[in-house]
């Protein structure tokens, strides 16, 4: 048996007038998505449990068949693992975005007016000789976001996600370790500001513990791989053994190479894999930028550059099932991601179900079940 799930990041959605009060997942073409419903399972996952933030190191969590009631810590801890670095018991990591807030404390960017990843790396290191040290240091990431790793007892401060604040006056860190997250970020300013980048300081947040997740293999006894273009998705895989294939034509954008991850899924499977897991961003950036059309298209991409080839190619491999689900809604009226309960899709090609329509409102009246038993229902005998 070869399992995939597919991941469109926050591709669930509202009603939209500039859809003729339809979703996205209503208004686009999806041949090949309502055929695979028509065939199995629709229902509503609780990918994001009650009380927890709406993000996607939470959503993907729950998809990868982890409670994130047990196992998340914070986001930190999971992009510092897709960086490779692996936390002491004794150490916190917070997340650093290099970010721009105005003269009258505003965050006008908190991307920082996207610098290149190399220009930033170049000002993280510069911070880290400036003020690292007793236990600080920081680390380069990606473009704007970076990693700082501080003594244990910083984990305790109240720290606002920056992209949260967007024109809004900056709500500083709060709390036992606020003293050092602020002087670290007001010290920040002689470094990043005089730099060739458009941020002018740090911002500190997301932190937590590494947490502690056993694999993926020792609790599903199965070989998984993934791919995706993000870090937190790749450091969740780091963080439970599953393999994360590198594919550079993934970019993390509208653009990104979707039959190259279709093919990743192939071939692994093909080369010995049981489970392989696809993620794809563009539904989530098309989400934030409030971009329906993008939004659209993003669903209709994986409809014929991966369903359409990836079905054909897995029941030439044998029997398979397959979970489709995102990781949180990210509606486009709304630009940024809710808690809402979003649909899931499980088909196996040698078992029907009952049928029904990929959609919000398909599958509306039924039962909410949490997104990290899904994992179970996939791979069970039943
Ligand atoms: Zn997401």
């Given at each position: 048996m070869n399992y995939v799930v597919c991941i469109p990041d926050g591709c669930a959605d509202e009603p939209l007038a500039e859809l003729g009060g339809r979703t996205p997942l209503e208004a686009a073409e999806l041949p090949n998505f309502q055929a695979l419903a028509a065939r199995g399972d629709v229902g509503r996952a609780a990918v994001i449990p009650d009380g927890m933030p709406p993000g996607s190191d939470v959503g993907n969590m729950a998809i990868f068949g982890y409670d994130p009631t047990r196992f998340h810590t914070g986001r930190a801890p999971i992009e510092a693992a897709a960086l490779g670095l692996e936390l002491r018991p004794d150490q916190v990591a917070y997340r650093c975005n290099l970010v721009t807030v105005g003269d009258d404390g505003t965050m006008v960017d908190f991307a920082g007016g996207h610098p290149s990843t190399d220009e930033a790396a170049e000002v993280i290191l510069a911070l880290d000789a400036a003020l690292g040290g007793d236990g600080v240091s920081f680390?380069?990431?990606?473009?704007?976001?970076?990693?700082?790793?501080?003594?244990?007892?910083?984990?305790?401060?109240?720290?606002?996600?920056?992209?949260?604040?967007?024109?809004?006056?900056?709500?500083?860190?709060?709390?036992?370790?606020?003293?050092?997250?602020?002087?670290?970020?007001?010290?920040?300013?002689?470094?990043?500001?005089?730099?060739?980048?458009?941020?002018?300081?740090?911002?500190?947040?997301?932190?937590?513990?590494?947490?502690?997740?056993?694999?993926?293999?020792?609790?599903?006894?199965?070989?998984?791989?993934?791919?995706?273009?993000?870090?937190?998705?790749?450091?969740?895989?780091?963080?439970?053994?599953?393999?994360?294939?590198?594919?550079?034509?993934?970019?993390?954008?509208?653009?990104?190479?979707?039959?190259?991850?279709?093919?990743?899924?192939?071939?692994?499977?093909?080369?010995?894999?049981?489970?392989?897991?696809?993620?794809?961003?563009?539904?989530?950036?098309?989400?934030?930028?409030?971009?329906?059309?993008?939004?659209?298209?993003?669903?209709?991409?994986?409809?014929?550059?991966?369903?359409?080839?990836l079905i054909p190619g897995l029941d030439r491999l044998g029997p398979w099932r397959l979970l489709l689900l995102p990781d949180h809604a990210t509606p486009l009226a709304l630009r940024t991601h809710t808690s809402d309960p979003v649909p899931y899709l499980l088909v196996d090609s040698e078992r029907p179900g009952p049928g029904g329509v990929y959609t919000e409102s398909g599958v509306a009246d039924l039962p909410i079940v949490p997104g990290h038993e899904l994992m179970s229902r996939l791979v069970s005998i039943r």
């Open positions: 680390h380069p990431g990606v473009q704007y976001r970076h990693i700082m790793v501080a003594p244990e007892g910083w984990i305790d401060a109240g720290c606002t996600p920056p992209h949260d604040l967007t024109d809004k006056p900056a709500v500083w860190p709060t709390g036992p370790a606020a003293p050092h997250l602020q002087r670290l970020m007001d010290a920040s300013r002689s470094i990043v500001g005089p730099s060739v980048l458009g941020a002018n300081q740090i911002w500190l947040w997301g932190q937590g513990f590494q947490p502690q997740m056993p694999s993926f293999q020792e609790t599903y006894g199965l070989d998984a791989a993934l791919v995706t273009a993000v870090d937190l998705v790749r450091g969740l895989g780091v963080l439970t053994g599953i393999e994360v294939v590198e594919l550079e034509t993934a970019t993390g954008w509208y653009d990104t190479d979707y039959e190259g991850k279709r093919d990743c899924a192939l071939d692994a499977l093909a080369d010995g894999a049981d489970l392989f897991i696809i993620h794809v961003e563009a539904s989530d950036e098309a989400g934030h930028a409030g971009d329906v059309e993008e939004k659209v298209r993003a669903l209709e991409n994986w409809d014929r550059r991966i369903l359409a080839d």
